[in-house]
């Protein structure tokens, strides 16, 4: 059962563009979001992350907006570099357990 | 800091053989995890640590599967034995206890079972 959902698996962006990047999560005790980045052949690493208390969380390039109601959030990226290009994870915990979405891989086009 | 160290970071082995892989956590970090990544499941947790004890083994797959944590540098997940399945690239993970959520991930096990 899937709780974490990235329903697109890619995204084409043009560099200096914004990049958009939607999760959706049907667990409604989930209290802390992540975005994760993950190059080919590495681990994933950590981006950026928002506590369910807030509805924004802003760092350098990337803002996490976070709507409960809705079970959303996304992830902005602006603006977009060509080192963005990866595969970006969307995470949810309310525990020290981890729920990944699939992932949607972000290529930046020069 | 060296980050998360796994090995070995490819591993290709006949069915039925045993398979083991290790992780060694970042220094000072007191929670391991163990994920596994497939084409068909994505990003699953496997089972986790909290200094040196395992707290929630819900996402191991099989008894075939194992893991321990003999002490705070080291951990190992085996397989006995391995199935053309199991295929996958395996990650470990630590994270600290000040900052419990943000998980550091070491680069990965491809595992190849023919």
């Known amino acids: 059962d899937q709780q974490v959902k990235q329903n697109s698996p890619s995204l084409s962006v043009q560099e200096g563009r914004i990049s958009i990047l939607n999760c959706d999560y049907t667990?409604?005790?989930?209290?802390?979001f992540l975005w994760y980045k993950k190059y080919p052949a590495e681990g994933p690493t950590f981006l950026i992350s928002?506590?369910?208390?807030?509805d924004k969380n802003e760092d350098g390039r990337f803002t996490v907006f976070l709507n409960k109601s809705a079970k959303h959030l996304s992830l902005h990226i602006v603006p977009s570099q060509p080192g963005d290009s990866a595969v970006y994870f969307c995470?949810?915990?309310?525990?020290?357990?981890?729920?990944f979405g699939a992932g949607t891989t972000v290529t930046v086009r020069a | 800091d060296a980050g998360v160290i796994q090995s070995p970071r490819h591993e290709v082995t006949e069915m039925g053989q045993e398979v083991t892989l290790r992780c060694k956590p970042i220094?000072?970090?007191?929670?391991l995890f163990w994920y596994r990544q497939t084409m068909m499941r994505g990003l699953e947790l496997l089972i986790y640590?909290?200094?040196?004890?395992?707290?929630?083994d819900s996402g191991m797959p099989e008894d075939r599967f194992s893991a321990k944590m003999p002490n705070a540098s080291f951990s190992n997940l085996k397989i006995q034995p391995s199935e053309p399945r199991d295929s996958a690239v395996y990650f470990c993970?630590?994270?600290?206890?000040?900052?419990?959520?943000?998980?550091?991930f070491g680069p990965g096990t491809r595992l190849t079972v023919l």
């Open positions: 640590f909290n200094n040196n004890v395992p707290i929630d």
């Open positions: 995470a949810a915990t309310n525990d020290y357990k981890l729920s």
């Open positions: 928002i506590s369910s208390i807030k």
């Open positions: 667990n409604s005790m989930f209290d802390y």
């Open positions: 993970a630590s994270s600290s206890p000040l900052k419990r959520d943000e998980q550091f």
């Open positions: 220094s000072g970090h007191d929670y």
